[in-house]
């Protein structure tokens, strides 16, 4: 297996413009996260899916952030318009059945800058 | 809000010597899971705990739930520098959500 993948690996864009960050969970695997890690805030939850469908996005900082997950091998977190504050590493992680003693499987993550 | 707090924040020590590090919390969690990561990675699942009072070990690594499932502590004999990396604790909270911690900076050196 691959692993969850995640696309771009990194993304510099100015400031106001729209990003798209791309992950494919593992096979089988029924949930997925996405979640932001910076070193003020750590690794934050910022949303995520069972069977595809959003149960929790109480973490997406605002509604400049977007997430879709159309089928179960594809999401992407939108950011538009992106500001400063947004540069951080996002991370895609999937398990299935949601929490389990297998835990999270991450992908490599995004790092955006945001100029 | 369910919070873990590790500690220490960093650690730097030589090769060979032992170290441990904690994850604390005020709240209950149903089980609660350590990952290493590496820079530019994402973190990697090492062992979960779900039973308070839980010693789980894992070559050179010792975990251990504590009795009331609130903290847990990770436990390194030996440190080789292959363990440099940043350690995350990370509970079970409500809505099944995985709740990290700050994290440790483990620095082995040779």
């Known amino acids: 297996d691959a692993g969850v993948i995640q696309s771009p690996r990194h993304e510099v864009t100015e400031m106001g413009q729209e990003v798209t960050l791309r992950c494919k969970p593992i096979s089988g695997h029924n949930s997925l996260f996405w979640y932001r890690q910076t070193m003020m805030r750590g690794l934050e939850l910022l949303i995520y899916f069972n069977n595809n469908v959003p149960i929790d996005d109480s973490g997406m900082p605002e509604d400049r952030f977007s997430a879709k997950m159309p089928n179960a091998s594809f999401s992407t977190l939108k950011i538009q318009p992106s500001e400063p504050r947004d540069s951080a590493v996002y991370f895609c992680?999937?398990?299935?059945?949601?929490?389990?003693?297998?835990?999270?499987?991450f992908g490599s993550g995004t790092r955006l800058t945001v100029v | 809000t369910q919070l873990l707090e590790q500690s220490p924040q960093f650690l730097s020590i030589q090769e060979g010597e032992n170290l441990t590090v904690y994850c604390n919390s005020s709240?209950?969690?149903?089980?609660l899971q350590w990952y290493r990561q590496e820079p530019g990675e994402g973190p990697v699942l090492l062992v979960t705990?779900?039973?308070?009072?839980e010693v789980k070990k894992l070559k050179r690594l010792t975990f251990q739930f504590g009795d009331a499932r609130k903290d847990s502590s990770l436990h390194i004999t030996a440190a080789q520098t292959g363990d440099t990396g940043l350690y995350l604790c990370?509970?079970?909270?409500?809505?099944?959500?995985?709740?990290f911690g700050a994290g440790t900076i483990l620095r082995v050196k040779s």
């Open positions: 992680a999937s398990s299935f059945g949601g929490l389990s003693v297998y835990g999270y499987t």
């Open positions: 705990v779900v039973t308070g009072g």
């Open positions: 990370a509970g079970a909270a409500y809505g099944n959500k995985l709740v």
């Open positions: 709240s209950v969690f149903s089980s």
